[in-house]
Nanobody, 121 residues
Framework: QVQLVESGGGLVQAGGSLDLSCVASGSILRVYTLGWYRQAPGQQRDLVAQ???????NYQDSVKGRFTISRDNVQNIAYLRMSSLKPEDTAVYYCFMEVQATDHEGYQTYWGQGTQVTVSS
């Protein structure tokens, strides 16, 4: 079993910055792609950013140039640096990781519990 624990959400004024972290623990051999989704009230959950094990990144157009995703492959941690925040960035942010537990199986996708990010105007 794998658990993802997120931290770093909170309230910030427009133009400010926040750093999110997501730590994975449990039975982990290898983490493949990981990333962050977000969901605003009444909206669908959308991909914000993801990064492959080989450090290839992909961002939602609305956050390009403002958000930076990174990872620690040794400690199995995902990071999201959010700068120049806007009120429309307000949402619950969820991390995900594609985790392989053993050499005898493929990967499973795990999710964090979500962390609230609120940007005031």
């Amino acid at each position: 079993q794998v658990q993802l624990v997120e931290s770093g959400g909170g309230l910030v004024q427009a133009g400010g910055s926040l750093d999110l972290s997501c730590v994975a623990s449990g039975s982990i051999l290898r983490v493949y792609t990981l990333g962050w989704y977000r969901q605003a009230p009444g909206q669908q959950r959308d991909l914000v950013a993801q990064i492959t094990r080989g450090q290839v990144t992909n961002y939602q157009d609305s956050v390009k140039g403002r958000f930076t995703i990174s990872r620690d492959n040794v400690q199995n941690i995902a990071y999201l640096r959010m700068s120049s925040l806007k009120p429309e960035d307000t949402a619950v942010y969820y991390c995900f990781m594609e985790v392989q537990a053993t050499d005898h199986e493929g990967y499973q996708t795990y999710w964090g519990q979500g962390t609230q990010v609120t940007v005031s105007s």
